[in-house]
């Protein structure tokens, strides 16, 4: 693996059932995700897009094939160890947020620190720092239930960036938006790609790609476009 690879799978799949009750959810894959690159994969609902993610992120456990992240070869690893890498390396947002209801914004964006063994200062510290960053710095004393899905939706990439991961992967983050909220996220996903943040984002909506270097289309648990964008280096920047 080189080092300018984030993430990298090798005819990856992920089969249900059996005989006539197969499903091929992800279908023998390849994939390489260089350092620096907003990747957005597309398709309809039930295409594959979200299990691949999972797959890639160590949700899920591949029935074959290999991969990668940030240098090790995730398959084969422990839960432990896993579960260690993906709280250093890797930040997770989804449709649902995710959030803790009974903490405020800040402690929810703290956690994934001190989870990771920072201190509580450092932790609050950056978990302010990451709140004024995504326009939620008044709201840093609000329980979720008292933030819009737009702002429950900034909370979660605040949380996700809290450990500086490799890389940061997104399950439809805008499905549960308004059209509003929806512009705010896209518009958080650019500056985080202008910052050079290694992005994976899985959408049915083709929004994303204005923010994306490059687009996969799945069809069947198998790409069937892949597009570099044009104006795109090799180091994912534009």
Same mark, same amino acid.
């Given at each position: 693996?080189?080092?300018?690879?984030?993430?990298?799978?090798?005819?990856?799949?992920?089969?249900?059932?059996?005989?006539?009750?197969?499903?091929?959810?992800?279908?023998e894959?390849?994939?390489?995700?260089?350092?620096g690159?907003a990747?957005?994969?597309?398709?309809?609902?039930?295409?594959?897009?979200?299990?691949?993610?999972?797959?890639?992120?160590?949700?899920?456990?591949?029935?074959?094939?290999?991969?990668?992240?940030?240098?090790?070869?995730?398959?084969?690893?422990?839960?432990?160890?896993?579960?260690?890498?993906?709280?250093?390396?890797?930040?997770?947002?989804?449709?649902?947020?995710?959030?803790?209801?009974?903490?405020?914004?800040?402690?929810?964006?703290?956690?994934? #620190? &001190?989870?990771? =063994?920072? *201190?509580? $200062?450092? @932790?609050?510290? %950056?978990? +302010?720092?990451?709140?004024?960053? !995504?326009? /939620?710095?008044?709201?840093?004393?609000?329980?979720?239930? #008292? &933030?819009?899905? =737009?702002? *429950?939706? $900034?909370? @979660?990439?605040? %949380?996700? +960036?809290?450990?500086?991961?490799? !890389?940061? /992967?997104?399950d439809?983050?805008t499905?549960?938006?308004?059209?509003?909220?929806?512009?705010?996220?896209? $518009?958080?996903?650019?500056?985080?790609?202008?910052?050079?943040?290694?992005? !994976?984002?899985?959408?049915?909506?083709?929004?994303?790609?204005?923010?994306?270097?490059?687009?996969?289309?799945?069809?069947?648990?198998?790409?069937?476009?892949?597009?570099?964008?044009?104006?795109? !280096?090799?180091?994912?920047?534009?």
């Open positions: 693996m080189t080092g300018s690879t984030v993430l990298r799978a090798r005819g990856l799949t992920r089969r249900y059932g059996e005989d006539d009750g197969l499903v091929r959810a992800v279908d894959v390849d994939l390489d995700v260089p350092a690159q990747l957005a994969i597309m398709g309809p609902s039930g295409c594959g897009k979200s299990t691949l993610l999972h797959l890639l992120g160590g949700l899920q456990r591949p029935t074959g094939g290999q991969v990668w992240l940030a240098g090790h070869r995730i398959d084969t690893m422990s839960e432990r160890a896993l579960a260690r890498l993906r709280r250093d390396s890797v930040g997770f947002v989804f449709q649902s947020f995710h959030l803790m209801d009974e903490l405020t914004a800040v402690e929810n964006v703290e956690l994934a #620190a &001190l989870l990771a =063994g920072r *201190r509580p $200062r450092e @932790a609050r510290r %950056r978990a +302010l720092h990451l709140l004024d960053r !995504v326009g /939620l710095a008044d709201r840093a004393g609000h329980l979720p239930s #008292a &933030l819009s899905g =737009g702002q *429950r939706q $900034r909370v @979660a990439i605040a %949380r996700a +960036l809290s450990n500086e991961p490799l !890389v940061v /992967l997104a439809e983050p499905g549960n938006l308004d059209s509003a909220a929806t512009l705010d996220v896209l $518009r958080l996903f650019e500056e985080l790609r202008t910052a050079g943040q290694t992005l !994976v984002v899985v959408t049915h909506d083709a929004r994303i790609a204005a923010v994306a270097d490059r687009v996969i289309s799945m069809r069947d648990g198998a790409f069937a476009d892949d597009s570099q964008l044009a104006g795109t !280096v090799h180091d994912g920047r534009r």
